[in-house]
Structure formats: structure tokens, C-alpha cells
């Protein structure tokens, strides 16, 4: 079995345990998620899948169905743009890993072999901080510095 039916096959598998039909439009953006190992927004999906010409609307809702199962997380890094990545581990923490965003080129790396932990520095943790969803770096990429 090669590297692309070992995706297909996992994707379906993905898919099945989360009760969503696995249709080609849905199997080829996790395989594209899981291959990029970034987060996309919904223009970089449509372009990275031009050549098997899903329509717009359909990876669209593709995308926030996935989410919504709890496949994807749907993130939201200040820009404007919605992102969506591959959850990387099913455990409810609030968030599982940083990102770092080039200030020069744009470009976003996952941090998730770097550990980052967000802990009052004194006293009980403020209730009106809320639910922690994203931490952002920023910076100048190994390409750009
Ligand atoms: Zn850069
Ligand atoms: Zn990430």
C-alpha cells in the first residue's frame, strides 16, 4: 500500500469515528490538512484542491462540518482570517499548541514540539480570563531573519 491509499484509508477511518460520510470532498481536506501540518484558511483549501474542482461552498461547509465533529480545530489568530487545522490530540485542553506568524511573509508554523504553559504567577486565576483558545507568536521566520 503506498502513501496515498495509507491517507485515503485513514481519513475514512477519521471521518467514520466522528459519524460524518466519508465523501471525496471531505477525505481530500483532512488528507490535505494532515499533509500540510498547518493551519488554512478556506481560499488556501479551494486553491491547494483546484485540480479536483469541488465547488467553493461545498469545502466550505466541508471545512466547519469537520470542525464541528471535532475534527478540526477552527482557529482565529487576529487577522482576520478563519484557519483550520487538524486536531492533533482529542484531549479537551483549552489549547494544545502555539502558533508562530512571520511580522515579514505571513507564513504560520505549528509550535507543537515546543511546550508552553499559561499559569497564574500568584493567587488564584482570574475568572474573567476566560477560556484560553489561542496563543500567538510572533516574529521573524528562520527565512526572513
Ligand atoms: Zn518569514
Ligand atoms: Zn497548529
Same mark, same amino acid.
Given at each position: 500500500?503506498n502513501?496515498?491509499?495509507t491517507?485515503? /484509508?485513514?481519513a475514512?477511518q477519521?471521518?467514520?469515528d466522528?459519524?460524518?460520510r466519508?465523501t471525496?470532498?471531505r477525505?481530500?481536506v483532512?488528507?490535505?490538512?494532515a499533509?500540510k501540518?498547518v ?7 479551494v486553491?491547494?484542491l /483546484?485540480?479536483?474542482?469541488f ?14 465533529a ?5 482557529l ?8 483550520f487545522?487538524?486536531k492533533?490530540?482529542?484531549?479537551? /485542553?483549552?489549547f494544545?499548541?502555539a502558533?508562530?506568524? @512571520?511580522?515579514?511573509c505571513?507564513?504560520?508554523?505549528c509550535m507543537?514540539?515546543y511546550?508552553l504553559?499559561?499559569?497564574?504567577s500568584?493567587?488564584?486565576?482570574r475568572?474573567n480570563l476566560?477560556?484560553?483558545?489561542e496563543i500567538?507568536i510572533?516574529?521573524? @521566520?528562520?527565512? @526572513?531573519?
Amino acid at each position: 500500500m503506498n502513501g496515498t491509499e495509507t491517507d485515503t /484509508a485513514w481519513a475514512k477511518q477519521a471521518l467514520r469515528d466522528v459519524t460524518l460520510r466519508a465523501t471525496a470532498a471531505r477525505v481530500a481536506v483532512l488528507k490535505l490538512l494532515a499533509s500540510k501540518g498547518v493551519p488554512m484558511s478556506h481560499s488556501e483549501v479551494v486553491e491547494s484542491l /483546484a485540480e479536483f474542482g469541488f465547488d467553493q461552498s461545498t469545502l466550505f461547509r466541508c471545512l466547519n462540518e469537520m470542525a464541528h465533529a471535532g475534527l478540526l480545530s477552527r482557529l482565529d489568530l487576529g487577522d482576520h482570517t478563519r484557519r483550520f487545522e487538524l486536531k492533533k490530540s482529542s484531549d479537551e /485542553a483549552e489549547f494544545t499548541h502555539a502558533h508562530f506568524m @512571520c511580522v515579514d511573509c505571513g507564513e504560520l508554523q505549528c509550535m507543537d514540539d515546543y511546550s508552553l504553559q499559561i499559569t497564574p504567577s500568584r493567587g488564584p486565576r482570574r475568572n474573567n480570563l476566560g477560556t484560553i483558545t489561542e496563543i500567538m507568536i510572533r516574529g521573524h @521566520c528562520g527565512q @526572513c531573519n
